[in-house]
């Protein structure tokens, strides 16, 4: 009896030790994997799915790296603060020179990189319709808001005058000069991060920023009444409807209320 | 017959398909591109690490027809041919753990340590373990903590502080626990585990030939597979054998070798 006692023991104690070394080990893992997956400030290359479809499907095996002529993609190694192992590129330092036959779109074996969001409808390869980030522009250190004529970032764009166009303004502290500033269209940028590179400030007052940062969204309840297009948004629109008691009280008797300030 | 046969040869296959694997990312050779997670040679054959890719499933991925052939091309290669061979002809955390092993032997910490406090079935443990956090965060779990991805991503792309998990996996191997990482823990030889128990390639046993003198249980890194010797005369079944060919290298009385699994025979002794 006694001898069965103990072996009942020693199996319920093996059987804690691996729930607690589970649950532990599982534990360190999860709070891991959550916070490196968490950091979505990385520029992906063209093509990229959404970065949570990414993050699930790229295998982590280089090859959009190794097809980059110019060195651009790199893989994030341990260190980086960058989910590992998944490719970017710091445009400041090498930006996406956007070859036409966008050879590290293809090569990947998930489709992690995917080869429909950088073609036309007719399949032929079209490196202007990616959507790797939005340029922004820091307005109070870019130097041509300033009134000094700079338009390095807008003659860096690969799509000149389309994704920065250039808005002149009257420059009022001096009268007679013109303010020459640059301004992006984010329905054409890219983000392949040619006029951060190209920024002639310190640190670039260009930069690109991934599209999901860089963006706000109107929501369902405005609408471009004036755009048959933007009316289909709504298609899938669902509302709410919010009740609040009508106060009964007349409006004009809370000017005559004089509570309160005849106090004194 | 040069003593060490196949120890020189596992570390010419590691060294140079990672100089291959090197170049092509430095020099562009292109005879194998990718690095070991997934990786295309000569530019039609795919080939995919089978654990990453159904932890992808697991996380809900869309698993590219590309990436299921490669994944099958590696499945079929280790399952019908090669065994665990993965663990001890490719992998560059091999040279890691082995360099550990060399100096517990060297230094006789396994006289000292006899008593291993940990189970081997950890690893099977690590396998169900990344395939829940893979379904619970949507992403391939152990791909974000593997060392072994770290260090041939390391040598192929740049290191960074990927040396940290070399020399962790070092020192756990050399002072915590006996073939630690690979033989306990690793959940990629686990999977290559399950995937080699139905190989082709298999060492045998002839237990006539065998002077008890357990040199070969001494140097395998996973020698509960051997659990034969010089009891009978049988091939080593288990998927848990590495191949490395340790056990062959090291016996001075030839009495295990390589062979071909025999089939017919293991049908009769079943019957």
Request: glycine residues 8%.
């Given at each position: 009896?006694?001898?069965?006692?103990?072996?009942?023991?020693?199996?319920?104690?093996?059987?804690?030790?691996?729930?607690?070394?589970?649950?532990?080990g599982?534990?360190?893992?999860?709070?891991?994997?959550?916070?490196?997956?968490?950091?979505?400030?990385?520029l992906?290359?063209?093509?990229?799915?959404?970065?949570?479809?990414?993050?699930?499907?790229?295998?982590?095996?280089?090859?959009?790296?190794?097809?980059?002529?110019?060195?651009?993609?790199?893989?994030?190694?341990?260190?980086?603060?960058?989910?590992?192992?998944?490719?970017?590129?710091?445009?400041?330092?090498?930006?996406?020179?956007?070859?036409t036959?966008?050879?590290?779109?293809?090569?990947?074996?998930?489709e992690?990189l995917?080869?429909?969001?950088?073609?036309?409808?007719?399949?032929?390869?079209?490196?202007?319709?990616?959507k790797?980030?939005i340029?922004?522009?820091?307005?109070?250190?870019?130097?041509?808001?300033?009134?000094?004529?700079?338009?390095?970032?807008?003659?860096?764009?690969?799509?000149?005058?389309?994704a920065i166009?250039?808005?002149?303004?009257?420059?009022?502290?001096?009268?007679?000069?013109?303010?020459?500033?640059?301004?992006?269209?984010?329905?054409?940028?890219?983000?392949?991060?040619?006029c951060?590179?190209?920024?002639?400030?310190?640190?670039?007052?260009?930069?690109?920023?991934?599209?999901?940062?860089?963006?706000?969204?109107?929501?369902?309840?405005?609408?471009?009444?004036?755009?048959r297009?933007?009316?289909?948004?709504?298609?899938?629109?669902?509302?709410?409807?919010?009740?609040?008691?009508?106060?009964r009280?007349?409006?004009?008797?809370?000017?005559?209320d004089?509570?309160?300030?005849l106090?004194? | 017959?040069?003593?060490?046969?196949?120890?020189?040869?596992?570390?010419?296959?590691?060294?140079?398909?990672?100089?291959l694997?090197?170049?092509?990312?430095?020099?562009?050779?292109?005879?194998?591109?990718g690095?070991?997670?997934?990786?295309?040679?000569?530019?039609?054959?795919?080939?995919?690490?089978?654990?990453?890719?159904?932890?992808?499933?697991?996380?809900?991925?869309?698993?590219?027809?590309?990436?299921?052939?490669?994944?099958?091309?590696?499945?079929?290669?280790?399952?019908?041919?090669g065994?665990?061979?993965?663990?001890?002809?490719?992998?560059?955390?091999?040279?890691?753990?082995?360099?550990?092993?060399?100096?517990?032997?060297?230094?006789?910490?396994?006289?000292?340590?006899?008593?291993?406090?940990?189970?081997?079935?950890?690893?099977?443990?690590?396998i169900?373990?990344?395939?829940?956090?893979?379904?619970?965060?949507?992403?391939?779990?152990?791909?974000?903590?593997s060392?072994?991805?770290?260090?041939?991503?390391?040598?192929?792309?740049?290191?960074?502080?990927?040396?940290?998990?070399?020399?962790?996996?070092?020192?756990?191997?050399?002072?915590?626990?006996?073939?630690?990482?690979?033989?306990?823990?690793?959940?990629?030889?686990?999977?290559?585990?399950?995937?080699?128990?139905?190989?082709?390639?298999?060492?045998?046993?002839?237990?006539?030939?065998?002077?008890?003198?357990?040199?070969?249980?001494?140097?395998?890194?996973?020698?509960?597979?051997?659990?034969?010797?010089?009891?009978?005369?049988?091939?080593?079944?288990?998927?848990?054998?590495?191949?490395?060919?340790?056990?062959?290298?090291?016996?001075?009385?030839?009495?295990?070798?390589?062979?071909?699994?025999?089939?017919?025979?293991?049908?009769?002794?079943?019957?």
């Amino acid at each position: 009896m006694k001898e069965t006692m103990t072996e009942r023991r020693k199996f319920f104690l093996t059987m804690a030790r691996a729930t607690g070394l589970a649950a532990l080990g599982g534990l360190v893992w999860s709070a891991y994997v959550d916070e490196v997956t968490a950091s979505s400030l990385m520029l992906r290359p063209p093509g990229a799915l959404e970065e949570d479809d990414f993050l699930k499907t790229c295998i982590k095996c280089g090859m959009c790296v190794e097809a980059c002529p110019f060195d651009t993609l790199k893989l994030a190694a341990p260190g980086d603060n960058k989910p590992i192992g998944t490719p970017y590129f710091t445009p400041r330092e090498v930006p996406c020179y956007m070859c036409t036959d966008i050879p590290c779109v293809p090569i990947c074996p998930t489709e992690a990189l995917d080869i429909t969001k950088v073609s036309k409808p007719n399949g032929e390869l079209d490196i202007n319709i990616s959507k790797m980030g939005i340029a922004v522009i820091d307005t109070k250190n870019c130097i041509a808001f300033w009134g000094i004529q700079c338009d390095a970032c807008y003659r860096a764009c690969p799509l000149l005058d389309v994704a920065i166009k250039i808005e002149y303004e009257q420059n009022k502290r001096t009268g007679k000069h013109a303010f020459l500033k640059p301004v992006v269209d984010s329905d054409f940028c890219t983000g392949c991060g040619m006029c951060e590179h190209a920024c002639v400030t310190e640190k670039a007052s260009i930069f690109v920023l991934p599209k999901e940062i860089a963006l706000g969204k109107a929501g369902d309840y405005y609408i471009k009444g004036w755009d048959r297009n933007d009316e289909k948004r709504l298609e899938n629109a669902t509302s709410q409807t919010t009740t609040t008691e009508i106060s009964r009280e007349k409006a004009i008797d809370s000017l005559n209320d004089m509570e309160g300030l005849l106090d004194d | 017959m040069i003593k060490n046969k196949y120890l020189i040869l596992r570390r010419v296959t590691q060294v140079s398909l990672m100089t291959l694997y090197f170049g092509a990312n430095a020099f562009g050779w292109d005879f194998i591109i990718g690095n070991l997670s997934s990786s295309l040679i000569l530019g039609t054959i795919p080939m995919s690490d089978p654990y990453a890719v159904l932890q992808m499933f697991a996380a809900g991925a869309l698993i590219s027809s590309n990436i299921f052939v490669g994944a099958l091309v590696v499945v079929l290669f280790y399952g019908l041919i090669g065994g665990r061979a993965f663990c001890s002809w490719i992998c560059p955390v091999n040279i890691i753990t082995d360099s550990a092993n060399y100096l517990r032997r060297k230094f006789g910490f396994n006289q000292i340590q006899k008593k291993q406090p940990a189970n081997r079935n950890m690893r099977y443990w690590v396998i169900a373990l990344s395939l829940i956090i893979s379904v619970g965060f949507g992403v391939a779990a152990f791909e974000f903590v593997s060392p072994v991805s770290m260090v041939h991503r390391g040598i192929i792309f740049g290191l960074g502080f990927g040396w940290a998990a070399i020399l962790v996996i070092f020192l756990f191997d050399l002072f915590v626990l006996k073939n630690g990482w690979c033989g306990h823990i690793c959940p990629i030889g686990g999977f290559y585990s399950i995937i080699g128990s139905f190989s082709l390639i298999r060492v045998k046993h002839q237990e006539e030939k065998c002077t008890l003198c357990m040199k070969c249980k001494e140097v395998c890194p996973e020698n509960q597979v051997l659990f034969m010797v010089g009891k009978s005369s049988e091939q080593v079944l288990s998927g848990e054998c590495t191949n490395c060919a340790r056990c062959i290298e090291v016996c001075d009385d030839d009495a295990l070798n390589f062979s071909i699994r025999d089939l017919i025979s293991q049908k009769t002794k079943e019957s």
